[in-house]
């Protein structure tokens, strides 16, 4: 199984190797989809854990238990392709390149598997083709 | 020099060579002007975009009990209708909302249906709820009435958009700490992203930058059928500065638009939500140009490598109209998905659709060359860039 968090760390962990050793510790697959540092020295991760229910399950446990705050990303977002008119407006938006152009096709194409659920392309789509199910 | 007559017989003969405005770009690396020029008779354009002055005329016949809702009040799915016109008259314009759309009461709101919404859905053939309130009169008695119609049993549905198809347009940032939300779409702070909104190359007036071939009468591609110029756009603004290759640096003319909306489609007229600014309507244009001449191959060859708009910043310059620009930037960067400006790279973004707008460009092409489509003599020219034809701010006493 594979699920998406947001996680949160306090300065003092920022330079740890926390995420290296729990993935290690649960024999986990990850994905970081996002990462950045705020000026204020937080750091935060967009990440995807891949492994048995039980792994993931006690390795963010854990991860809390070190100080780190954590968030799962539960709405899926869908594209609606006959809503679509490939115009890219969402492009420029996605933070995470889960929405890009085909540069011979100039289709947009979206890659569910990058997607952070932020939501900013529903915001920003004029015809509606991008959506929550939650 | 060919004349538009001569290139009407070949296209009768169906003799005639078409091609779209990126195909004449990609020709015209490697084929010497002159030659392009002698075998190539048409050049098709197009777009694919929101165009908020757009909207419709319908006349929905007389009711038994005779109803002068001209002067009252009309609603289509909840739309208001303009109604300043005669008893069964009406106008629906893109940008028109329902009364009770919460609009921006909780920012930035969403504007989930209007007027561009309402007309997809009669272009696409689905029933919409009339319903009509009226003073009365003796000739015209009845005070209401409420109904469902289709486009099909409607009079007339005749598309009429005052100002279509700008030639150029803004590129929007956005230099404040929080995002906006614009009718350039999204805008994410401190220059988070930049949106634009041209065909670049394949955009009609970029193609004939001093509008040589386009003028009152030009039969055109329009909303999936097939329109006409109707006359110069609101806001035609023709005297804009422009670079050695005609392009002006910023939106200049612009087109009025005419069509029977009975023999359009509803993916070439599409509603459009902007969060927190509006509804609209996105549409489907496609221009041919007629290869008059060497001097036209010029135009239309000009590439997306060598068009440049200006950067506007829509927290503060735009609202407030101070003029200022940026800077500039060409299509060919804008398409490549970021551009580097203040010292940053910026993922951009287009409201317009390329992939469409090559569509149309074909499909218009598909027409001239099967002989069904015929190109037209303007009955007039627009005012040129030295007439002295200005756009002006408002007057405010
Ligand atoms: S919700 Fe939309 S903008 Fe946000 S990450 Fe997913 S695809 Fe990108
Ligand atoms: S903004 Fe909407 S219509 Fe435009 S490319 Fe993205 S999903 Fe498609």
């Known amino acids: 199984m594979e699920k998406k968090f947001v996680m949160h760390f306090p300065p003092v962990l920022v330079d740890k190797p926390i995420i290296s050793t729990i993935v290690r510790k649960y024999n986990l697959d990850f994905n970081i989809l996002k990462a950045f540092v705020s000026p204020e020295e937080e750091g935060t991760l967009v990440i995807a854990f891949s492994g048995g229910e039980k792994d993931v399950n006690s390795a963010v446990s854990e991860l809390k238990d070190e100080g780190v705050k954590i968030q799962m990303i539960e709405s899926d977002i869908k594209m609606i392709r006959e809503r679509c008119t490939d115009c890219s407006v969402c492009v420029g938006l996605c933070p995470v390149g889960a929405l890009m152009m085909d540069k011979d096709t100039y289709e947009v194409k979206f890659t569910p598997e990058k997607c952070i659920a932020c939501e900013l392309c529903i915001r920003g789509c004029p015809t509606k083709a991008m959506v929550s199910t939650i | ?397």
Request: glycine share 12%.
């Open chain 2, 1 to 397: 020099m060919k004349t538009i007559k001569e290139i009407n017989e070949r296209i009768k003969e169906g003799k005639a060579v078409v091609v779209t405005a990126d195909e004449v770009v990609e020709l015209a690396r490697t084929a010497p002007v002159k030659k392009i020029a002698k075998e190539v008779d048409v050049v098709t354009t197009g777009t694919f975009g929101p165009m908020c002055s757009s909207g419709v005329f319908l006349n929905f016949g007389h009711s038994k009990k005779r109803i002068k809702m001209g002067g009252g009040r009309v609603y289509l799915n909840g739309v208001p209708a303009y109604t300043g016109l005669a008893a069964v008259d009406v106008y629906v314009g893109a940008t028109a909302i329902p009364d009770d759309d919460p609009r921006n009461s909780e920012h930035p709101g969403e504007f989930k249906y209007g007027g561009g919404h309402l007309i997809e859905d009669l272009v696409g053939g689905k029933e919409v709820e009339v319903v009509g309130s009226a003073y009365g009169t003796d000739c015209y008695p009845n005070k209401g009435l409420r109904t469902r119609i289709t486009i099909s049993d409607l009079n007339e549905a005749i598309l009429f958009n005052p100002r279509n198809c700008y030639q150029n347009y803004n590129v929007a940032v956005n230099l404040s700490d929080k995002t906006i939300y614009t009718y350039m779409g999204v805008l994410k702070p401190r220059l988070g992203n930049a949106n634009y909104c041209s065909a670049g190359q394949l955009s009609p007036l970029l193609k004939d930058p001093y509008l040589k071939t386009i003028g009152f009468g030009t039969r055109i591609f329009l909303g999936g059928g097939v329109g006409y110029v109707a006359w110069w756009g609101t806001q035609y603004n023709p005297s804009v500065k422009r670079r050695e290759n005609g392009i002006p640096v910023g939106g200049a003319a612009t087109l009025a638009l005419i069509g029977d909306m009975k023999q359009m489609r509803p993916e070439y007229l599409k509603g459009a939500s902007l969060t927190g600014y509006g509804t609209s309507l996105i549409v489907g244009i496609g221009i041919p140009i007629p290869v008059l001449n060497e001097e036209i191959i010029k135009w239309v060859s000009v590439t997306d490598e060598e068009i440049y708009a200006p950067i506007v910043d829509y927290s503060y310059d735009y609202p407030n109209s101070t003029g200022n620009v940026l800077g500039s930037v060409s299509y060919g960067e804008l398409k490549s998905g970021k551009i580097n400006f203040m010292g940053k790279s910026i993922p951009t973004g287009s409201l317009s659709s390329y992939k469409k707008a090559k569509e149309i460009a074909g499909i218009l092409k598909e027409w001239i060359k099967s002989g069904e489509f015929l190109l037209t003599e303007p009955i007039f020219y627009f005012p040129g860039q030295d007439s002295g034809y200005k756009f002006k701010p408002m007057r405010e006493v």
